[in-house]
Nanobody, 120 residues
Framework: QVQLVESGGGLVQAGGSLRLSCAAS??????????MGWFRQAPGKEREFVSA???????YLANSVKGRFTVSRDNAKTTVALQMNNLKPEDTAVYYC????????????WGQGTQVTVSS
């Protein structure tokens, strides 16, 4: 029903930038009925919330990334982007794109993840 594919991860030095993209393929519903989230999981740590963007474009960012990351969506292209600036070594993690339907309490659809590594 919903397939998510992330891209754009890689290795970058501290202070650098990366842009992650999530391409969504959805059957039966429209993309703009889903809230899109980004999460990340570092080795040995639990998965944590990074950002959310609602269908109308409203966004919410975790405190740890505010001022450095921005998130946006293109409903026509069914994509979501996470622009990450001033990256820090502690941003190193696998980043996941996720989708939550309008009637759902949780994110039920997840991508396979993309690795982001920030060297000091």
């Amino acid at each position: 029903q919903v397939q998510l594919v992330e891209s754009g991860g890689g290795l970058v030095q501290a202070g650098g930038s990366l842009r992650l993209s999530c391409a969504a393929s959805i059957r039966g519903h429209t993309f703009n009925s889903y809230t899109m989230g980004w999460f990340r999981q570092a080795p040995g740590k639990e998965r944590e919330f990074v950002s959310a963007v609602w269908s109308g474009g409203s966004v919410y960012l975790a405190n740890s990334v505010k001022g450095r990351f921005t998130v946006s969506r293109d409903n026509a292209k069914t994509t979501v982007a996470l622009q990450m600036n001033n990256l820090k070594p502690e941003d190193t993690a696998v980043y996941y794109c996720a989708a939550r339907g309008s009637g759902d309490q949780t994110y039920n659809y997840w991508g396979q993840g993309t690795q982001v590594t920030v060297s000091s």
